[in-house]
């Protein structure tokens, strides 16, 4: 009774706040991300990059905000953005009367409002070793009423080669596949979806969702997305204009076993996985330089069940760690991370960043060769936008130190599904990434890409004379993989949702055969056709 109180008491004082739309993520596969940042290395709009996906009602409002601007943007910026509010002025308008998209499915009057879309594509895939296919279909839905948002979708798909597993280095998002069969194709699916709630500064909500921290290019290295999706709630807060505040908690996924808790029944072993979860938060901080300052933190704990200290949003979680755990032993505590972020669009056209991810470091060893637990990830890039009109640059750079991302304890590493949540190439690793972009016309894309990856050996977790083996480790010692890739890619939009793409793709990877599936092993020259519907 106490609790039921306690809930209606909650609804009733946010009852009380006042409504500023509906939380409602979008797909990060959409290329209105591209768009808006491209609008704001151009100073059109100011927006907050490190945290992805967005709402959107906030994509809805930058839009808004570009709509008073078209005088200044070219002819391929306005033909975009028609496109795009044809799209997201459902969350400006009330109604179907006015020009808008095609739906499936579309119903909206002053307090409810859904739309439906099926998700259908194919793709093909043709090398020296071969055909290989992907196919997959599916349906999702947004919906609002009140302040509430709601959003889900389901994709069922099967591979005739899987090319993306935790060992491989790929930054295709990772999947939890079903049974994997001696010719190495396979089926999965993946469940989308979330409840939101939001007021005038700030939402709630409760996803299953991948999410995306840092400010990157390629594959970010706080938050990449590739892990598998996994539930979280979420809590953010905008109250002013120059600060976002975001606390996410999440239930990864171990695939631990807890033998404990594992049991015979009369058909069999019942498997029960250690429970393993996640806090993180972040702080960002925006100037009036048009530099955006980010700051955060995040834990993987687990064997203790849910721990409430995990759950205030603005907590230090390495700090409450040490109450709990003492800071005596490793295997004691559970794994924290600290991270930061710095974003500059000061010079127009131009888009600066650069992500520290910490996992260890000890200041006053930090130069010592021999004594540094330099255990961390740098990312560095630039994005320069029109070159030449609709002629677009970008650059990036990322290391990962060893022992990055891992744990000696393997419940508490920084991965679900035993994919990595940070960078796509894990720890001993680093990249040079560069892009050309060129958009002739609306909804259309010549990309040419190419980067040079190396991966040094897997650290090797070792107590020697009482002292963990971290200390003083080289940075790619030997190279142990190495990927030297040129793709070219078209990509159209006729209508919403709908995307044609065609490429080719000159690859050569050499070294541990484990980080890379047979089809796309040694020099290859693979080309891909694709027609998709829906994200």
């Not at 009774?1 to 909650?10: F, G, H, N, P, T």
């Not at 609804?11 to 006042?18: D, E, I, Q």
């Not at 459902?90 to 409810?112: M, N, P, Q, T």
């Not at 739309?115 to 594509?121: K, L, S």
């Amino acid at each position: 009774m106490r609790i039921a109180k306690l809930a209606v008491l909650i609804f009733g004082l946010v009852g009380f706040l006042r409504v500023e739309g509906q939380v409602v993520f979008e797909p990060t596969q959409n290329h209105i991300y591209d768009f808006l940042d491209e609008m704001s290395a151009e100073q059109f709009i100011e927006l907050n990059s490190f945290s992805r996906p967005y709402s959107r009602n906030l994509i809805a409002q930058k839009l808004a905000q570009l709509d008073t601007s078209r005088s200044e943007l070219n002819t391929r910026q306005i033909s975009d953005l028609d496109f795009y509010l044809k799209d997201f002025g459902k969350e400006l308008r009330v109604g179907k009367d006015w020009d808008r998209r095609i739906d499936a499915f579309y119903y909206s009057d002053s307090v409810f409002s859904v739309t439906i879309n099926p998700i259908i594509g194919g793709i093909g895939m043709y090398n020296e070793n071969g055909f290989r296919s992907h196919r997959r279909i599916g349906a999702g839905f947004q919906a609002k009423a009140g302040g509430f948002g709601f959003y889900g979708s389901l994709r069922d798909n099967s591979v005739s080669e899987v090319l993306a597993t935790p060992n491989y280095l790929t930054v295709l998002d990772g999947q939890n596949y079903k049974t994997i069969t001696e010719e190495n194709t396979s089926d999965y699916n993946e469940a989308i979806g979330g409840i939101t709630y939001q007021w005038k500064w700030g939402d709630v909500g409760v996803h299953k969702n991948r999410i995306e921290w840092g400010n990157s290019t390629r594959s970010a290295n706080v938050f990449s997305g590739k892990a598998p999706s996994y539930a979280m709630i979420s809590y953010r807060l905008y109250p002013v204009d120059w600060l976002d505040f975001q606390y996410i908690h999440g239930w990864l996924v171990s695939e631990e076993l807890d033998s404990a808790r594992t049991y015979l029944t009369p058909n069999g072993t019942r498997k029960i996985y250690m429970n393993k979860n996640i806090a993180a938060n972040y702080f960002t901080i925006k100037s009036n330089w048009k530099v955006d300052f980010t700051f955060g933190n995040s834990i993987v704990y687990s064997d203790d069940g849910l721990n409430p200290v995990y759950f205030i949003p603005f907590m230090f979680f390495k700090s409450a760690d040490h109450t709990y755990n003492g800071t005596g032993s490793n295997e004691l505590g559970q794994n924290a991370q600290l991270f930061f972020d710095i974003s500059a669009r000061v010079i127009p056209s131009v888009h600066l960043y650069s992500s520290l991810f910490i996992d260890e470091i000890s200041l006053s060893n930090m130069w010592d060769p021999d004594q540094q637990t330099n255990i961390v990830s740098l990312q560095v890039g630039a994005k320069w936008y029109n070159v030449l009109p609709n002629i677009h640059l970008k650059a990036e750079y990322t290391r990962t130190n060893p022992w990055t991302y891992r744990h000696q304890i393997e419940s508490t590493t920084f991965a679900s599904n035993q994919y990595g949540l940070g960078n796509y190439l894990g720890e001993n690793a680093d990249e040079v990434y560069l892009e050309l972009d060129v958009h002739p016309w609306r909804q259309t894309s010549l990309t040419i890409s190419g980067w040079y990856a190396r991966k040094g050996p897997q650290h090797i977790y070792e107590i020697i004379d009482g002292n963990a083996n971290v200390t003083g480790l080289e940075f790619m010692e030997t190279v142990d993989w190495e990927q030297l890739a040129l793709s070219t890619m078209v990509r159209y939009e006729p209508w919403h949702d709908v995307v044609i793409h065609a490429g080719i793709t000159f690859m050569s990877t050499e070294g541990n055969q484990a980080y890379t599936p047979t089809y796309l092993q040694g020099m290859t020259t693979t080309g891909e056709f694709g027609v998709e519907i829906g994200f």
